[in-house]
């Protein structure tokens, strides 16, 4: 009968060198011996498949791993390994805005074989932020200009991703333009600075304001004449301040 086989090597392929020894049994196997056997055998890959669950999304939503971007279906134990645009990384690894191309890599836990998967494309889109809460004052005299006078905040951001380094750099309001109106827009936008700005957007908000007419004080010349039987005129007024 026999007694053991193996193969010559664990790596897969044809044709590889099988080793087979044998045992004897009954009241005469003393007095014999069997030379060991050496056949051809082969070494096929065990049934892996890889399926992927990808697809474009938003910064912050692609995370290597998770619900899962790839599963694999396997026969045997070992570890899977993800690759973004070629380079491996860890398992939570967010994927930044912009398109990339993916690949999953199965390795056997006793390190025979390694399975890679077929590239999948993914196109992240950038996160937009807003400002939590800001302050200003949506109604002015007329002074010329489209400014805002009073505009504050806390620089809070909303919609920052866990870690990342993102910050508020600028914040400006003005209006639509610098005439008279009791219904005006008013445009509010900011800036950001920071590591990870490259993979956040930001849009500019709008609000309803309004510009008054400005009361001034107007002074003019000399008060008085000599009579002559006519009203008194100002050949000059003077706007000396607001009124």
Do not use: C
């Not at 193996?6 to 897969?12: A, E, G, K, R």
């Not at 003393?30 to 498949?49: C, M, Q, R, W």
């Not at 619900?67 to 967010?94: C, K, M, R, S, W």
């Not at 620089?155 to 508020?168: A, E, H």
């Amino acid at each position: 009968s026999v007694s053991s086989s193996y193969f010559s090597s664990d790596t897969i392929g044809d044709g590889t060198d099988v080793y087979v020894t044998y045992r004897l049994s009954g009241q005469d196997a003393a007095n014999y011996t069997v030379k060991p056997d050496t056949v051809k055998g082969n070494i096929l890959e065990p049934a892996i498949s890889f399926t992927w669950s990808v697809k474009d999304t938003v910064y912050g939503m692609a995370i290597v791993g998770k619900n899962p971007l790839v599963e694999v279906n396997q026969t045997v134990e070992g570890t899977l390994i993800y690759f973004v645009d070629g380079l491996p990384v860890d398992t939570g690894y967010v994927i930044p805005a912009g398109e990339h191309t993916l690949l999953a890599q199965f390795t056997s836990s006793e390190g025979g074989f390694a399975i890679p998967s077929g590239g999948e494309s993914i196109s992240v889109s950038k996160k937009y932020v807003t400002l939590a809460s800001y302050d200003i004052n949506p109604i002015k005299p007329y002074d010329g200009t489209d400014t805002v006078l009073s505009l504050k905040t806390d620089s809070t951001l909303v919609g920052v991703v866990m870690d990342d380094d993102v910050r508020l750099a600028s914040l400006n309001a003005h209006y639509e333009n610098a005439q008279v109106s009791s219904s005006k827009t008013i445009i509010v936008n900011f800036s950001l600075m920071g590591n990870d700005i490259a993979n956040y957007a930001i849009e500019e908000e709008q609000l309803r304001g309004a510009i008054r007419k400005r009361q001034v004080q107007l002074a003019a010349g000399d008060s008085t004449k000599v009579y002559d039987g006519t009203p008194l005129r100002y050949d000059t007024v003077f706007v000396i301040g607001d009124g």
